[in-house]
């Protein structure tokens, strides 16, 4: 089943990207510059991460151990 159809997945999915696009602009921020277009999607899924970072993380936090025990 495609993640797109499963809730569960789809949450894992969204959370990893957000996670993801904060961690590469950490890293190397001329990557996500651009806010318009294909890219600007990663920029803003980055700047979520870097706004709501209690939230994001505990929304790992909780999937991992749904993943785990569920």
Do not use: D, Y
Request: proline content about 3%; charged content about 10%; hydrophobic content about 55%.
């Amino acid at each position: 089943m495609s993640a797109l159809f499963n809730f569960h997945s789809f949450l894992t999915v969204v959370l990893l990207v957000i996670c993801t696009c904060t961690f590469l602009k950490m890293q190397f921020p001329a990557i996500l510059e651009q806010k318009t277009g294909f890219r600007g999607f990663f920029w803003k899924a980055a700047r979520i991460g870097e706004r709501l970072s209690p939230w994001v993380a505990f929304g790992c936090f909780t999937m991992g151990v749904s993943i785990i025990f569920f």
